[in-house]
């Protein structure tokens, strides 16, 4: 059984700070990669950073610069350290975890396996 569960959403001002954190029980795969993504109102859920085992990281452009996603040494929990926020960053903040049969790749929706329930991030200007 694999379940994820985020932890640090909440409010926040423009400019200001977030940190947003996923525990993963169980393995999701025999190569996996998590991913943070996020789902505004009315809008696709959007993939913002990924991280494999090797600890390679991406980035969508819209935050790149801004936001850190980062691991445990043990890779149970990940991390979305997010700065310099912006109202456009508003949205639900979803955890996932590459499926089986991904190639290690997150990059996608498709590509997910497990989802946690999400934490809300609002940002105001």
């Known amino acids: 059984l694999v379940l994820l569960q985020e932890s640090g959403g909440g409010s926040a001002q423009a400019g200001g700070s977030l940190r947003l954190s996923c525990t993963i029980t169980?393995?999701?795969?025999?190569?996996?990669?998590m991913a943070w993504f996020r789902q505004a109102p009315g809008k696709e859920r959007e993939r913002v950073a990924e991280?494999?085992?090797?600890?390679?990281?991406s980035y969508e452009e819209p935050v790149e610069g801004r936001f850190t996603i980062s691991q445990d040494n043990d890779q149970k929990t990940i991390y979305l350290q997010m700065n310099n926020l912006k109202s456009e960053d508003t949205a639900m903040y979803y955890c996932?975890?590459?499926?089986?049969?991904?190639?290690?790749?997150?990059?996608?929706?498709?590509?997910?396996?497990?989802w946690g329930q999400g934490t809300q991030v609002t940002v105001s200007s």
């Open positions: 169980g393995k999701p795969a025999s190569t996996y990669c």
């Open positions: 991280i494999d085992t090797d600890n390679y990281t």
């Open positions: 996932g975890a590459g499926a089986e049969g991904s190639g290690g790749y997150c990059y996608k929706t498709e590509l997910i396996g497990y």
